[in-house]
């Protein structure tokens, strides 16, 4: 019974995570280019800012899904902290693998790419959830892990390394574009 609830919540957490990031690529624009919500929604079209986009509802769905489950599985955290990690991984490997096949991007598989990559998170997550207890070393660095990327996806919006995950393709700027 514990796992198909596990499950349930996992199931769950990809309409949410995909409905919420989905929304949080407009955000910025939304809020007239409000430089404090950086953080939170992509401000531009590069691939890290759409790393975003699984990462923050994620994270809200992971903490709300805490409440339910916390005393159904041992491995909550290091679930997951390797499933959000896992999402920008996938994302990252099929988009770039894709362009390079192909040659250049399709909207419809860029969107398809993100539920893939929600999908592989989630189901990632679950598989560690419900896994034997792991050790306490462990559940510690995923916490780390947590804090480490929530702090650079919070930063790395106002300061962009000078690297291609962080270049607009447009424009080829990075961070904030100058015309927000």
């Known amino acids: 019974m514990a796992n198909k609830t596990v499950l349930r919540w996992e199931l769950i957490g990809i309409a949410v995570i995909v409905l919420l990031g989905s929304a949080l690529h407009f955000v910025f624009e939304w809020t007239g280019y409000w430089r404090p919500i950086a953080w939170l929604a992509a401000v531009n079209e590069s691939t890290w800012e759409h790393f975003k986009l699984a990462f923050w509802p994620g994270l809200l769905f992971a903490v709300v899904e805490y409440g339910a489950l916390k005393n159904l599985t041992d ?6 902290c390797v499933g959000l990690f896992s999402m920008p991984l996938v994302i990252a490997v099929l988009f770039y693998g894709y362009k390079a096949v192909l040659g250049r991007g399709y ?5 398809s790419i993100f539920v893939v990559a929600v999908v592989v998170g989630q189901m990632t997550s679950y598989r560690i959830l419900t896994a034997a207890r792991m050790r306490a070393a462990v559940h510690r660095w995923a916490v780390v892990g947590l804090v480490v990327m929530a702090a650079a996806f919070a930063l790395f919006s106002f300061y962009p390394p000078r690297v291609f995950l962080f270049e607009d393709p447009r424009v080829h700027q990075y961070g904030i574009l100058e015309r927000y």
């Not at 909207?107 to 969107?111: F, K, P, R, T």
């Open 75 to 80: 491995n909550f955290w290091v679930g997951k």
């Open 107 to 111: 909207l419809v598989a860029d969107i």
